[in-house]
């Protein structure tokens, strides 16, 4: 395999089915609202965003022989080089209620269940998000790079504690507040390399908390894959962590606000500087 981009991104290709609600109940049942058929996975997610913003980026991912093309072309389309394996089996398909504030998801993981091949990632930032959890772990071997370890939202229903030494292997560790509280209460982390999102309170790194500007009213949903994208390619143009973690504070704020749908992030650059005086 030749020479690869300045990320690379394993991760999940999704058929997400997004089923809109205004709360999620404790018995009964709730009104769908709104159901949505869209291309998905934080692995596609993030490689799409940070290709959107000019970051040279590849995407490994296993998908379904059927899986639908036109989703595949979409991504290629973007700007992202993928590496893509197929299986027999269908998906990965997700299923996620979102009530605006708060999502829950269920997964199909289909070809996900399987390790894939193994490849010598050449690119300077290799970010491992929600995957096979012993793929992720022989292809952090094969990663010359800076390893990224994001485990995501199945830190519990994935990845068995003892395999959670993934973060041991790991230079940078992206979490959120729930995920970190969870795997400090059995595994030691070296909190000078986990970055921590706050959601409206922003993220910390290194005891330090980066605020953001609080954006209400508007579904959070997918605002952790732009933060990601966002802060990969503030790094790509030369800042350090700290401020690409603003950088991208900045960023997801100015997405939520506006929509993923129809967000202009043409002079996102702007939002990386410390003396920034628009409001997002």
């Given at each position: 395999?030749g020479?690869m981009n300045?990320l690379?991104v ?8 997004i ?6 109940p ?6 769908i ?8 996975g ?7 965003n940070?290709?959107k913003?000019?970051t040279?980026?590849t ?13 595949i072309?979409?991504i290629s ?10 299986d027999?089996?269908?998906g990965?398909?997700?299923?996620i209620?979102d ?20 490849y ?14 012993d ?27 003892e ?7 790991a230079?940078?560790?992206f979490?959120?507040?729930d995920?970190?509280?969870?795997i ?8 000078k ?14 005891s ?14 997918g605002?952790g ?8 390619s503030?790094l790509y ?24 749908s129809s ?13 920034y005086?628009?409001?997002?």
């Amino acid at each position: 395999m030749g020479e690869m981009n300045y990320l690379t991104v394993v991760g999940h290709i999704n058929v997400d089915f997004i089923f809109e609600v205004r709360g999620i109940p404790k018995f009964g049942s709730e009104e769908i609202r709104v159901l949505r058929r869209e291309l998905g996975g934080t692995g596609a997610n993030i490689a799409m965003n940070a290709a959107k913003l000019g970051t040279p980026v590849t995407l490994i991912s296993r998908i379904s022989e059927k899986f639908p093309e036109d989703f595949i072309r979409k991504i290629s389309e973007s700007g992202v080089e993928l590496i893509l394996e197929r299986d027999k089996a269908d998906g990965p398909f997700c299923y996620i209620v979102d009530t605006g504030s708060r999502q829950i998801a269920f997964m199909l993981e289909g070809p996900m269940n399987k390790v894939g091949s193994n490849y010598k990632i050449e690119s300077k930032y290799c970010h491992f998000a929600t995957s096979n959890p012993d793929w992720i772990l022989t292809l952090m071997d094969s990663c010359k790079g800076v390893k990224v370890f994001d485990p995501g939202q199945e830190i519990k229903s994935r990845w068995k504690k003892e395999k959670l030494a993934a973060a041991d292997k790991a230079d940078l560790l992206f979490l959120n507040e729930d995920e970190f509280n969870y795997i400090t209460s059995f595994h030691n982390i070296d909190q000078k390399k986990a970055i921590v999102t706050l959601g409206s309170r922003g993220a910390m790194f290194d005891s330090e908390i980066i605020e953001t500007v609080p954006v209400r009213g508007h579904s959070t949903l997918g605002a952790g894959d732009m933060f990601r994208a966002a802060f990969y390619s503030a790094l790509y143009i030369g800042n350090d962590i700290r401020t690409s973690i603003m950088c991208a504070n900045r960023i997801t704020s100015l997405y939520l606000k506006t929509g993923r749908s129809s967000v202009n992030l043409s002079k996102w650059k702007e939002l990386c500087q410390d003396n920034y005086a628009g409001r997002v």
